[in-house]
């Protein structure tokens, strides 16, 4: 077993709105280690994107110990979550959530402004590189297609050299060509030592994982091996 | 980040909303505009009020009849007639006063000129012989009265250069008798074209020795006033003291006595008259000033529109890392951005305003200075500034506060 980045003690999150109490997570334990590729799976509605916020410093659990490289996260505020999303951790999204109206170059910088690292020119351009739009570099982020957009999503994620990468169902609005290319770069990148945590619904997009956590209604129903691993690194793909 | 990236940030959300910021900031560059002008304006009338004050000639100290204090006007800006101011007193403040180039007395009235056919409402003015160094002006024609004939009751006039000409056209008046008031006098002169001064048209005066127009003409025995004509500015004040110690042993006024005179010097005149022109200036630009915090709203209101508008973007800048500070930063630089651009233009259209105002009061023909002070435009740009901050804070913790999982749900 690696040494772990992430554990988890009986971790709970409950969402209240006006009295109305929703009980989305029911006490998880699990630990991660570095260097993982994890798929979260379940159904709509079990509480995926909820863990993968919590884990990813969007949000805090109501009880329970999410410790991070041996700290103890649960209780952060604001700032100090900001601090550690920023240092710690890329994020993709279904949605890519690129700024509008911005180049290619100005959306992966994007992580940059708010972190202590130097040398942002050099580091955008290793980020654009590695999922192979150097040639769209001035680009708008408009003028891109899904696959590229979310290439761009992904070289943002790991501008800053994060620890671990979330991905919220990241092929979700991909076709499935773009999504093999978006597969391939996140197994690429965890062939190089990044921890990669993938959430979604598909079987077949979660055979990429190493390990697979299932989740229905805030309960970890199983936490497997991934035996057929499927890999869309066969050797020439675009990223030659 | 740095205050550059917000600042390039702030400029490139300007520029992709070039329209809308430019409506923004309208409120803003009006009232900036309004406050510039007001300022500006109100310095070029208050020169024109001055050069036209020393246009009555610079070294000057007056005598008025009537006590004064030292802010308010004399007795006879009220109409109370002080009857102690003499001619004698003129003749003595000539011969005992030092530093005294020239001296008049004035008395005055109106009345209409009549030549054969032709007739002309005129001023008619008693004065003495020393008017022309006074008064620092020359003849154009003929002669000015001597000091004989201050006393000499002379049936002698000196016609204003318009009266000259409306009257006489091109013929010549010397020598020539015209009609005041069913009194006959000789033209023994005119005088050289002076336009106003001291807001009133030395053109269409008619002068005569004071001894004529108090005995034939009013049916008097006192002054209306006295001008005295200094050899130099720094002898001003001294000259001042000395004018007063003389009318008051003159006068047998004692130590603890009140006064029965004023005298003044132009110099008292124009400080007084900036104190009350400056107060009504600050007043308006104050007033003025009240629009650029309805300006201030209107930003801060757009400013809202534009947070909620963008509630994905700073959900997403949170979830890369930015913290509370970052966004407020940005936003409170954007607010600011607009404001200051907003500020430059309307201190540049204010003052443009101005200088039309100022162009135009020339063409026209009055002594107006087009003053553009360093001041006003550091208080213009600085005001502005400080407006963006003041009504760009609560937007930008608005938008600091948004929770980024909330605002990257936001549809
Ligand atoms: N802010 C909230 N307030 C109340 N309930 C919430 C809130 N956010 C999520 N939920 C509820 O929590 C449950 C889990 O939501 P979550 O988004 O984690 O599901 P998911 O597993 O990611 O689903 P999907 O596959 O559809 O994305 C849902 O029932 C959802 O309605
Ligand atoms: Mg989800």
């Known amino acids: 077993m690696p040494e772990n980045i992430i554990q988890v003690k009986d971790l709970k999150k409950d969402y209240v709105n006006e009295e109305v109490v929703t009980k989305v997570l029911y006490g998880l334990n699990f630990e991660i280690g570095a260097g993982e590729f994890l798929a979260i799976m379940g159904p709509s509605g079990s509480g995926k994107s909820t863990l993968m916020h919590i884990l990813g410093f969007l949000d805090t659990p109501t009880s329970g110990q999410y410790i991070f490289k041996g700290r103890d996260v649960s209780n952060f505020d604001d700032d100090k979550l900001a601090k550690i999303r920023n240092e710690e951790v890329g994020f993709v999204f279904q949605t890519f959530n690129l700024l509008p109206k911005t180049t290619v170059y100005e959306n992966v910088k994007l992580p940059l402004l708010y972190s202590n690292l130097g040398d942002h020119d050099n580091k955008v351009k290793e980020a654009i590189k590695s999922v192979g739009l150097l040639h769209r570099i001035n680009n708008l982020s408009n003028q891109l297609s899904g696959g590229e957009r979310q290439r761009v999503a992904i070289a943002r994620a790991l501008v800053t050299s994060p620890s671990v990468i979330f991905a919220d169902e990241p092929t979700g609005n991909l076709d499935t060509k773009s999504g093999q290319a978006v597969m391939g770069i996140l197994e690429e990148l965890n062939n190089t030592g990044h921890t990669i945590i993938l959430v979604t619904h598909e079987q077949y997009t979660a055979q990429h994982a190493i390990r697979i956590i299932k989740i229905i209604d805030g309960h970890i129903v199983s936490d497997e091996k991934v035996i057929n691993r499927k890999s869309s690194l066969n050797g020439d793909n675009f990223l030659k | ?411």
């Open chain 2, 1 to 411: 980040m740095t205050i550059l990236d917000g600042l390039k940030l702030s400029f490139s959300v300007l520029r992709t909303n070039k329209i809308r910021s430019f409506l923004t900031s309208l409120g803003i560059i009006i009232g900036i505009a309004a406050v510039i002008i007001i300022m500006s304006v109100g310095a070029g009338a208050q020169s024109l009020i001055i050069n036209q004050l020393n246009s009555v000639g610079t070294n000057l100290v007056g005598v008025l009849p009537g006590a004064s204090d030292e802010e308010g006007p004399p007795a006879s800006v009220f109409g109370i007639v002080v009857t102690t101011l003499k001619y004698e007193d003129a003749v003595a403040i000539k011969k005992q006063v030092d530093n005294v180039v020239a001296v008049s007395s004035y008395n005055s009235g109106v009345g209409t000129i009549n030549y054969q056919n032709n007739s002309v409402d005129i001023n008619f003015s008693g004065v003495m012989s020393d008017y022309l160094g006074v008064e620092d002006t020359e003849v154009y024609l003929g002669r000015f009265f001597t000091e004989e004939e201050d006393r000499g009751s002379a049936r002698e006039v000196v016609l204003g250069y318009q009266v000259y000409q409306d009257l006489f056209g091109s013929d010549n008046p010397l020598g020539k008798r015209v009609k005041i008031k069913k009194e006959s006098f000789e033209v023994i002169g005119v005088m050289k074209e002076r336009g106003t001064a001291g807001f009133q048209n030395q053109d269409d005066l008619v002068l005569m020795p004071v001894s004529t127009a108090q005995k034939i003409m009013l049916g008097l025995d006192y002054v209306n006033y006295i001008r005295v004509k200094i050899n130099n500015t720094e002898n001003i004040d001294r000259a001042t003291e000395d004018i007063k110690f003389l009318l008051r042993d003159r006068h047998d006024i004692r130590i603890d006595g009140t006064d029965d005179f004023s005298v003044r010097n132009t110099k008292d005149a124009i400080d007084t008259l900036l104190t009350v022109t400056n107060a009504l200036k600050f007043f308006l630009a104050a007033i003025a000033g009240i629009s650029l915090i309805v300006g201030g709203v209107g930003v801060m209101n757009i400013m809202l529109a534009a947070v909620s508008e963008r509630v994905r973007e700073v959900g997403l800048r949170k979830a890369v890392g930015a913290r509370r500070f970052h966004i407020m930063i940005q936003f409170v630089l954007e607010t600011m951005a607009i404001t200051l651009i907003g500020g430059i233009i309307g201190v540049v259209l204010g003052f443009l305003v101005a200088a039309i105002v100022a162009a135009t009061a020339n063409y026209l023909g009055y002594k107006w200075d087009f003053v553009i002070s360093f001041t006003s435009i550091i208080l213009g740009t600085g005001v502005a500034a400080v407006i963006g901050l003041v009504f760009g804070l609560y937007p930008a913790q608005k938008a600091a506060k948004l929770d980024p999982i909330e605002a990257l749900r936001y549809e």
